[in-house]
């Protein structure tokens, strides 16, 4: 059996460092957390994993209650090896996301893997030219990085208004990796249009993050289709839950020989490539027809002024559940134009029931929208077809 050891993820070298030791063997196994001063009960001193444990990572519960995913050595290695093979090589990495997701961990374990130094953005608010300063340190013959969609908005917009370094940062890049959530099409061109090289993944914290990029599984990962619903096989699974037997039952289980992640996630696989369609539990019933809300988001970041628009559920007297637009600024078009657009290509129950404005659109530490939050703030837009919360 191995310890466990809390490592303070607002210091990502030390996590780096603590990596090392969890991933040769002998130290103990490494919970990245933000802030470890904060209260928590968890782990005791005398607190054991098993002795393949290399890295806790603790969920955010943004979709419900928290979880602590244990990633073994094994595991993690096999994914940093999948994504170089699909990147081209070993390189050298920026860590631009928070070292307690599971994200920004592989971005250290890679650099492990590479044997190369990674270089970290830090703390604060993501700021392009202090990214592009940061991405200026890479020194080896292949540069990697891995961000949200929000940040790469951030440099592509930053790029597009002339910020020449910003747009040198972006070329620059063997690979960029995007995930998180979803990568609106508009934002992948434009961004290739500077001269990124994207590559948009799907993976969670139960796979050690990213297993399909740009549609496609990597290394031996098999994705397949069970009434609507993806399951993921391969190397890089999760052990389990920690201390949640019944949800590690519910999540993992074995068939054929073979060991599958039940991802939750609604999607297709054809001829081996991978659509992801949205959460299975984020649908609605809207005048009793079905609404995937994810869905709708997609729609809704295709029309100009929404590209950061989150889409959530909101109760409704006549209709049971309606869609939502929450959205940071004022965007130009208005309620009865978004709907028409909507509705044209998903029906009219999917239509967004009003549009929530909000100063600055609430986010977790990963960067990702809080969309719990974003739930809170559209309830309390109430029947407005524009209300300002001034968050």
């Known amino acids: 059996m191995r310890s466990l050891r809390v490592v303070d993820a607002t210091r990502p070298i030390d996590v780096f460092e603590a990596l090392r030791d969890a991933l040769g063997g002998g130290g103990p196994a490494v919970v990245p957390r933000e ?5 928590t009960d968890w782990p005791s001193a005398d607190e054991r994993v098993a002795q393949n444990v290399a890295l806790v990572i603790e969920t955010s519960g943004s979709t419900g209650r928290p979880k602590r995913v244990a990633l073994s050595a094994d595991a993690l290695l096999a994914s940093a090896a999948a994504s170089a093979g699909a990147m081209g090589g070993q390189g050298q990495w920026l860590l631009a996301l928070p070292a307690h997701y599971v994200a920004g961990a592989q971005v250290l374990v890679r650099s492990l893997a ?75 061109e434009r961004a290739e249009a500077a001269g990124a090289r994207i590559l948009s993944t799907y993976g969670s914290s ?48 074995e068939e054929g ?25 984020n649908v ?34 006549q209709w049971g559940q309606v869609p939502v637009v929450v959205v940071a600024g004022a965007p130009e078009i208005g309620l009865d134009d978004l709907r028409v657009r909507v509705a044209d290509q998903l029906g009219r129950a ?10 600055v659109m609430p986010r977790l530490s990963s960067g990702k929208p809080d969309r719990q939050a974003a739930a809170r703030i559209a309830g309390v837009g109430g029947g407005a077809a524009v209300a300002d919360t001034g968050t």
């Open 35 to 39: 802030g470890v001063a904060r209260a």
């Open 114 to 188: 590479a044997e190369t130094e990674p270089v970290p953005y830090g703390d604060g608010h993501f700021d392009p030219q202090r990214f592009a300063d940061a991405a200026a340190l890479l020194e080896h013959d292949y540069r990697y990085t891995s961000l949200v969609p929000v940040q790469l908005a951030r440099l592509v917009e930053a790029a597009e208004g002339g910020a020449r370094e910003v747009a040198r940062a972006l070329r620059r890049f063997d690979g960029i990796l995007v995930g998180g959530q979803a990568l609106p099409p508009a934002l992948r």
């Open 206 to 253: 139960e796979t050690a993050g990213g297993c399909v990029y740009s549609g496609v599984p990597i290394g031996t990962t098999v994705v397949r289709e069970v009434d609507g619903l993806l399951e993921i096989s391969g190397p890089s699974l999760a052990e389990g839950y920690l201390g949640d037997p019944d949800r590690t039952a519910a999540a993992f289980h």
């Open 257 to 281: 020989g073979a060991r599958w992640y039940r991802t939750g996630d609604l999607g297709t696989v054809e001829d081996g490539r991978v659509t992801v369609l949205g959460r299975s539990d």
């Open 284 to 317: 609605i019933i809207s005048g009793g027809e079905k609404v995937l809300l994810d869905t709708v988001e997609r729609v809704v970041h295709a029309v100009p002024g929404f590209a950061g628009a989150v889409v959530v559920a909101a109760d409704d007297a």
């Open 350 to 359: 999917a239509a967004p029931a009003r549009i929530v404005t909000v100063t």
